[in-house]
């Protein structure tokens, strides 16, 4: 049975267990009216609601002179609270004065012209009847991409979570449909309320929606027909000193959109602060402006620059920019991987999260008017509009994603490894043997099969009897979540001793019976090469499903086990451990308790307590070494017992004994 059959039985095993088991430009025209009509003597962009600080490795800093977004915090201040639930399942922005449909989920997932004919009182009956308040009003609208943009906290690693946390409900960790087209007219703007990311995406793909109303628009009035508005000509304009305003905004760019050129992200925002001190020694072309409050864009800023019909570049027809570069990065950190920030691609207008150690272009930009003497925000002041719930554990410094597996590999301890995402196993030394030419690759595997006694393998201490060289499809698999260089990472992820060079694979040219398949793990790419080539040699073999498992979780809080008596305002670290694996067979994790009231609050994998249930993981079984899951502030948490449940739920027919889960319960006292 070939490795190709046994991964579409795999897939299979798991597609039936899961699917069983679980299932423009930022739109200044439209937002900065809407702030001045919402209060602000002067209109400007919002803040991001960011306020922690990182350095480049993602670990929070103070945030004094960093010139972050966590610490500047430019942009309006957001009203507190910041939504207000109508009560007839909407919800009204009091930043913005827009009006939505308070369930981010109801609609399930359509394609874009099937979230227009919604929009609009068209598509499917049993769609519009499961969201409360669709009815209510007929003048429903797709959002523009901005107006979704401003929905998000970028203080936040589960946006979703947060909007769920202030009102709304059921906003999924998801992409989102807005009705902005981009230059393509068959593809359209997409928010990432998982990521922050803005992107575009095909109009067939199938994503969420969440509607909008205009402020103003009377009840059971229809809506205009949806037209997202041009940016406006002469917007931006040159100044004569080496500077652009843009009108709209408020904001001024350098002219010489090239002048500070690519650095990595901390660098970028030290060249800023130095430019600051001293413009003259970085030469911008015509610059005579002297002003000394530059900084390093925030993402609302940096995509107020954006016209989303536009692209190559995706600025306005007529920006008078010199030289501008592909990429730029924002002062932004992204939450959910704080080791990255978000970067502006100039030549799409998306925003993505970008590693802070790759080099991008540094783009200064100061507020027309100066930067306002005004106060950061806390973090007690940014969660006052929250509904409070005194059962609820908050995370401290943020919810964090929870990636699983920690690392890709299994050792085994017999020089063997187990893939945690596939099951295959692979020979842990990548360089056991010699470089061979192909035809005595498959010679060296059939002594491996048969007398492994006779290799160098020092560390093999197995008797399988089925290796063989994998095939391409494979090793794609494998590579596809690799950072940096594949055979870096593989070691990194468990695997022992592989070589940054060629290693061959079981596939032939089919053109050419001579020539057969490589992959080079220094880059990642496959190689067609003669035969007679000698190249090194990675065996794989077939996962064994073990007929039953018996895991055996395990979950602490502050590293003890069964009980823990914690006074009320210390801190609570819940880890997680998984002891007694057999076999990588397909599984769900889950982590929940059930607070003094009843109710059962479920841990998601973005790091974020919800009221339904969740999986934490979906995967291959695997072992795993004690790992924290969630760190707590217990502050202003009611007292009582909390009792912690961790739940290991093998695929169905696959528990030992018949078992259907493995439970590990921990009680936590908080006292006064």
Not at 55 to 75: E, W
Not at 83 to 89: A, P, S, V, Y
Not at 314 to 343: G, I, K, M, Q, V
Not at 484 to 507: N, V
Request: hydrophobic letters at 40%.
């Amino acid at each position: 049975m070939s490795l190709r059959s046994v991964r579409l039985v795999l897939t299979k095993i798991y597609s039936r267990f899961f699917s069983g088991r679980l299932a423009a430009v930022f739109p200044l025209i439209l937002l900065l009216p809407l702030l001045a009509a919402a209060g602000d003597a002067v209109a400007e962009l919002p803040r991001t609601g960011q306020q922690t600080c990182y350095d480049d490795q993602g670990t929070a800093i103070d945030h004094a002179g960093t010139g972050q977004d966590g610490d500047l915090q430019a942009g309006a201040v957001w009203p507190d609270p910041r939504f207000t639930d109508n009560g007839d399942g909407t919800i009204t922005d009091r930043l913005t004065g827009l009006m939505w449909l308070q369930d981010g989920g109801c609609l399930g997932r359509l394609s874009w012209q099937g979230a227009m004919d919604i929009a609009g009182g068209r598509g499917e009956a049993a769609r519009r009847g499961s969201c409360q308040g669709l009815a209510a009003y007929k003048d429903w609208l797709l959002p523009e991409i901005g107006q979704l943009e401003v929905l998000f906290s970028a203080e936040e690693v589960a946006a979703g979570g947060w909007l769920n946390r202030h009102r709304f409900k059921n906003v999924q960790a998801a992409a989102y449909w807005s009705r902005t087209i981009g230059p393509n007219p068959y593809r359209a703007w997409v928010f990432h309320f998982d990521s922050g990311e803005v992107r575009l995406a095909g109009k067939i793909d199938p994503n969420f929606s969440l509607l909008v109303r205009q402020p103003g628009a009377t009840a059971g009035a229809e809506a205009a027909p949806p037209a997202d508005q041009p940016v406006t000509a002469g917007r931006l304009v040159d100044n004569g000193d080496g500077t652009v305003t843009d009108q709209a905004s408020g904001l001024m760019w350098l002219k010489d959109a090239a002048c500070l050129g690519n650095a990595a992200w901390q660098e970028g925002l030290r060249m800023v602060a130095d430019f600051n001190r001293d413009p003259a020694k970085y030469g911008c072309r015509d610059l005579q402006a002297s002003y000394q409050d530059w900084a390093l864009p925030n993402r609302h800023e940096m995509r107020s620059l954006i016209d989303p019909l536009r692209d190559l570049p995706a600025l306005p027809a007529d920006a008078p920019f010199r030289d501008p570069l592909s990429r730029y990065w924002t002062s932004t950190t992204a939450a959910a991987r704080p080791a990255s920030a978000f970067a502006l691609a100039l030549g799409s207008g998306e925003l993505l999260a970008m590693a802070k150690d790759k080099a991008q272009g540094v783009w200064p930009v100061r507020p027309v008017a100066g930067r306002p003497d005004r106060s950061r925000l806390s973090a007690r002041e940014q969660s006052a509009g929250a509904v409070k719930d005194p059962f609820l554990l908050e995370p401290i410094g943020g919810s964090r994603a929870i990636v699983w597996p920690v690392k890709r590999f299994t050792d085994h301890g017999d020089g063997t490894v187990t893939d945690n995402i596939t099951g295959l196993m692979w020979l842990n030394d990548g360089a056991c043997f010699l470089p061979e030419t192909w035809e005595n690759a498959g010679k060296v595997l059939a002594a491996l099969n048969s007398k492994p006694d006779r290799l160098s393998c020092a560390t093999y201490k197995g008797r399988y009897a089925d290796w063989q060289l994998p095939d391409l499809a494979v090793m794609r698999e494998l590579l596809q979540g690799a950072a940096g260089e594949p055979a870096a990472w593989l070691k990194s992820q468990g695997a022992a001793d592989i070589i940054a060079r060629d290693y061959w694979m079981r596939d032939t040219n089919p053109l050419n019976l001579y020539f057969a398949w490589a992959v080079n793990l220094q880059d990642g790419t496959p190689r067609n090469y003669p035969k007679s080539f000698e190249l090194h040699v990675w065996p794989v073999r077939l996962p064994d499903l073990p007929a039953s498992v018996g895991p055996a979780p395990l979950i602490l809080g502050n590293g003890e086990e069964d009980r823990l008596l914690l006074k009320k305002g210390n801190e609570l670290l819940l880890s997680a451990a998984i002891g007694q694996v057999t076999g990588a067979v397909p599984a769900v994790f889950r982590i929940w308790y059930v607070a003094p009231d009843g109710k059962k609050r479920w841990l998601n994998d973005q790091g974020a307590w919800v009221n339904e249930e969740s999986a934490l993981y979906r995967g291959n079984l695997f072992l795993l070494e004690e790992s924290p899951v969630f760190r707590g502030d217990t502050a202003e948490l009611a007292p009582g017992d909390y009792i912690f449940f961790f739940a290991v739920l093998p695929a169905e027919g696959m528990g030992e004994d018949g078992q259907n889960g493995f439970t590990s319960q921990l009680r936590v006292t908080v006292t006064p």
